[in-house]
């Protein structure tokens, strides 16, 4: 079974930095083909993806916040982690990691979901 | 704006069929293959169709998804009340990486 879970902080102050970890098991990370993601998901609106890790540590960042946002693995651990610098109120709302993995010539699915955590910017 | 285009709110009675479009280009759609999930309130959203056209195991058949060009559809046919949700379209994005619709909201009259 599949199961990734999400934590971190549920307040954080304008300007500070944004950590937050998934956990996650019933897979690894250092096969081929998987990748892992961050989506966000802002009160009422739509989902936002944000960064993408794969099995070789190549990454890719929405180009938006590409100069805000570092996403690493820890595969032992099976942990991903978000970093998202500088943060304000429009980075409020419900961060998710998901699974994404990618078939022979394919683009890839977001397959299985954390539950997400909510996170208030706040001073 | 999102890269994809929805349409913000569908309904229709139970037993009817809805179509959910999404729109985008020819760096998103038009070259990659498209998933769907759905989201009902308050939770994680799920893999409703993936590579256009296929379901996860577990998903009812009256889910089916389509491409063609730069659009894409899905269908849901024998409309229940329980498939009252948000739906939203995602493939990759040429210049970027995934790229999600704006998100489509279903009412079951």
């Known amino acids: 079974q599949i199961t990734l879970k999400e934590s971190g902080p549920t307040v954080v102050k304008p300007t500070q930095t944004l950590t937050l970890t998934c956990t996650f098991s019933?897979?690894?990370?250092?096969?081929?083909?998987?990748?892992m993601g961050w989506i966000r998901q802002p009160p009422g609106k739509a989902l936002e993806w944000l960064a993408l890790?794969?099995?070789?540590?190549?990454?890719r960042y929405r180009p938006s916040l590409r100069n805000r946002v570092t996403i690493t693995k820890d595969s032992s651990r099976r942990q991903v982690v978000l970093t998202l610098t500088d943060v304000g109120p429009v980075d409020a709302g419900t961060y998710y990691c998901?699974?994404?993995?990618?078939?022979?010539?394919?683009?890839?699915?977001?397959?299985?979901w954390g539950q997400g955590t909510m996170v208030i910017v706040s001073s | 704006q999102p890269l994809l285009s929805q349409p913000p709110s569908v309904s229709g009675t139970p037993g009817q069929r809805v179509s959910i479009s999404c729109s985008g280009s020819t760096s998103n759609i038009g070259d990659f293959f498209v998933n769907w999930y759905q989201q009902f309130p308050g939770t994680a959203p799920k893999l409703l169709i993936f590579s256009n056209n296929q379901r996860p195991s577990g998903v009812p058949d009256r889910f089916s998804g389509s491409k063609s060009g730069t659009s894409a559809s899905l269908a849901i046919r024998g409309l229940q009340s329980e498939d009252e949700a948000d739906y939203y379209c995602?493939?990759?994005?040429?210049?970027?990486?995934?790229?999600f619709g704006g998100g489509t909201k279903l009412t079951v009259l």
């Open positions: 998901a699974r994404r993995p990618f078939e022979s010539g394919g683009n890839g699915t977001f397959d299985v």
């Open positions: 995602e493939t990759w994005d040429a210049r970027g990486g995934p790229t």
């Open positions: 019933g897979f690894s990370l250092d096969t081929r083909g998987v990748a």
């Open positions: 890790i794969y099995w070789n540590d190549a990454k």
